[in-house]
């Protein structure tokens, strides 16, 4: 059976740092492409961070440059490291994974089969 369990967030004041952990059990996760979303209530889940298959790291243009996204084969986790958070920022965060692309990464939530049960990121101004 597959799973994605997720740790980390929590509350931090504006210009912190949070680190979040999704560790994969029943398959490989250096095997699919995994992306990282968010959602806060009434609006869409966004997309906004993904490894591929490849090791190719994508971002959106609300956390380039702030958040990083990595994985340890090693651990069978991918991470998303978050620094200078906004408040903006604030939101219930989702590990996905990708279990049939081959290349590349996608946005929309339709193209992943697998994912975390969401954890709580709340940065305060």
């Known amino acids: 059976q597959v799973h994605l369990v997720q740790s980390g967030g929590g509350l931090v004041q504006a210009g912190g740092s949070l680190r979040l952990s999704c560790a994969a059990s029943g398959f490989t996760l250096d095997s699919f492409a995994i992306a990282w979303f968010r959602q806060v209530p009434g609006m869409d889940r966004e997309g906004f961070s993904c490894?591929?298959?490849?090791?190719?790291?994508y971002y959106a243009d609300s956390v380039k440059g702030r958040f990083t996204i990595s994985r340890d084969n090693a651990k069978n986790t991918v991470y998303l490291q978050m620094n200078s958070l906004k408040p903006e920022d604030t939101a219930v965060y989702y590990c996905?994974?990708?279990?049939?692309?081959?290349?590349?990464?996608?946005?929309?939530?339709?193209?992943?089969?697998?994912w975390g049960r969401g954890t709580q990121v709340t940065v305060s101004s």
């Open positions: 996905a994974a990708d279990l049939e692309s081959e290349t590349g990464c996608s946005w929309e939530d339709y193209e992943y089969e697998d």
């Open positions: 490894s591929s298959r490849q090791g190719d790291t």
